[in-house]
T-cell receptor, first 115, second 114 residues
Framework: DADVTQTPRNRITKTGKRIMLECSQT?????MYWYRQDPGLGLRLIYY???????NKGEISDGYSVSRQAQAKFSLSLESAIPNQTALYFC??????????????FGPGTRLLVL | AQKITQTQPGMFVQEKEAVTLDCTYD???????LFWYKQPSSGEMIFLIY??????QNATEGRYSLNFQKARKSANLVISASQLGDSAMYFC???????????FGTGTSLTVIP
């Protein structure tokens, strides 16, 4: 089984709808992240969480919210989806126990299309 | 501010040849880590290699090596003996000791030609 899973893998929704993307991990990592990827722009950070009680905004948090329900679960919500939120969304986790070598491990991604 | 720059939007390499993908970074933090990720057409992000700013030697992982030139703030990825399966997008990334985020470049698309 994959260490970082994302559901759904693909989603088509309409403008104005609220949707939730879910991320679960079995790696036991304390840190979790949500990114979006757009062609030519690389990955941009939406939100990140260092533990269950810690939520931080990233570079592009407007229009998004998150919930860290447990150490293993981190959900991303689009309150009212708009077409320019069409993108590939990645969840990632990282482990600080290795000191400076804090590698991020990614889920398989969710392709979202907002019509 | 932290920044990662990848100046090669696309690269081509002949199968079995070596290729270098460029990455430069900008940070004022003396302690940082540099990463390379591979993204095949299927979309997943695969961790390839890590280099710490205090590491004395260049990192190597199989056919991947990182040409770390600290004074020039560059962390180029070298892929030796390219294979068709190496065709993918490659992203350079950085994290710093004082920062709480990973910073990604815009990526380089590598195509391996048979």
């Amino acid at each position: 089984d994959a260490d970082v899973t994302q559901t759904p893998r693909n989603r088509i929704t309409k403008t104005g709808k609220r949707i939730m993307l879910e991320c679960s991990q079995t790696k036991g990592h304390d840190r979790m992240y949500w990114y979006r990827q757009d062609p030519g722009l690389g990955l941009r950070l939406i939100y990140y969480s260092f533990d269950v009680k810690d939520i931080n905004k990233g570079e592009i948090s407007d229009g998004y919210s998150v919930s860290r329900q447990a150490q293993a679960k981190f959900s991303l919500s689009l309150e009212s989806a708009i077409p320019n939120q069409t993108a590939l969304y990645f969840c990632a986790t990282s482990d600080t126990s290795n000191g400076r070598r804090e590698t991020q491990y990614f889920g398989p991604g969710t392709r979202l299309l907002v019509l | 501010a932290q920044k990662i720059t990848q100046t090669q939007p696309g690269m081509f390499v002949q199968e079995k040849e070596a290729v270098t993908l460029d990455c430069t970074y900008d940070t004022s933090d003396p302690s940082y880590g540099l990463f390379w990720y591979k993204q095949p057409s299927s979309g997943e992000m695969i961790f390839l290699i890590y280099q710490g700013s205090y590491d004395q030697q260049n990192a190597t992982e199989g056919r991947y090596s990182l040409n770390f030139q600290k004074a020039r703030k560059s962390a180029n990825l070298v892929i030796s003996a390219s294979q068709l399966g190496d065709s993918a997008m490659y992203f350079c990334a950085m994290t710093t000791n004082t920062g709480n985020q990973f910073y990604f470049g815009t990526g380089t698309s590598l195509t391996v030609i048979p």
